[in-house]
């Protein structure tokens, strides 16, 4: 069977009260909506993934009920590398851990789709998002944003530029271009101390890469507790 699309959710029920505004019944609850919101938007012959990174165990509970809704669950926390950065912390680049540790897996069974969307848990989709099938052999963005970084950063890292990450999709065509690819984010985020975002724009952007306006994604920054609808810097 090939799905419309493949949704791959990145996860942490629970991290550490320092790195968050929201308890991990809040952090649930938001991941809840994450799954209903592509249930609304998304194409409807999709399946999904929650790619679940935390740096410890989340309620078996929480992660059945998850199931029940027909979202498949990837436990990133149970390899040791990925439990103990997470456990450190290590929020530049956990995300693609989390997410080269799946492909490994994914890799060896893979399901067939037209497209493959990266969603971070606790956002939405929205009334914006577009299943973006017309983006043939292409990454979709929002569109890149200039570096916050000091310009001296920039410069050791050739890192000027970053794509928000929340949301992004691309062509299942691209999926051995971007495993390969993490490996060169992650390298970089240890090389240089940037983060996933930093690191994303650096290994990606020769790519063929479409960067819109709008890619359809809301919700709350954790850190900061703020809402967002689309634009986060």
């Not at 990606?204 to 809301?218: A, C, F, M």
């Amino acid at each position: 069977m090939t799905y419309d699309g493949i949704f791959l959710i990145t996860s942490a029920l629970r991290t550490a009260d320092h790195l968050t505004k929201y308890n991990k019944e809040e952090r649930y609850n938001q991941t809840i909506k994450t799954i209903e919101s592509i249930k609304k938007y998304g194409p409807s012959n999709s399946t999904m993934y929650l790619i679940e990174g935390s740096a410890e165990n989340p309620d078996e509970d929480k992660l059945k009920n998850i199931e029940s809704m027909g979202v498949h669950i990837f436990k990133a926390y149970e390899h040791p590398d990925v439990r103990n950065y997470a456990m450190q912390g290590a929020k530049i680049f956990i995300e693609n851990l989390c997410l080269y540790r799946f492909f490994e897996w994914f890799m060896k069974n893979p399901v067939k789709a037209k497209r493959i969307y990266k969603i971070s848990g606790r956002y939405e989709l929205n009334e914006n998002f577009k299943p973006g099938f017309e983006y043939k052999d292409s990454f979709v963005f929002l569109k890149s944003f200039d570096s916050w970084m000091p310009i001296e950063n920039q410069e050791f890292a050739d890192a000027k530029k970053f794509y928000e990450t929340r949301l992004y999709h691309m062509d299942y065509s691209l999926l051995n271009t971007y495993v390969n690819n993490l490996v060169c984010m992650i390298d970089a985020s240890l090389k240089y101390n940037i983060n996933v975002e930093h690191s994303m724009y650096k290994c990606l952007n020769d790519q063929n890469v479409i960067e819109l306006d709008k890619i359809g994604i809301s919700g709350f920054v954790s850190p900061s507790g703020e809402y967002k609808n689309e634009w986060f810097y």
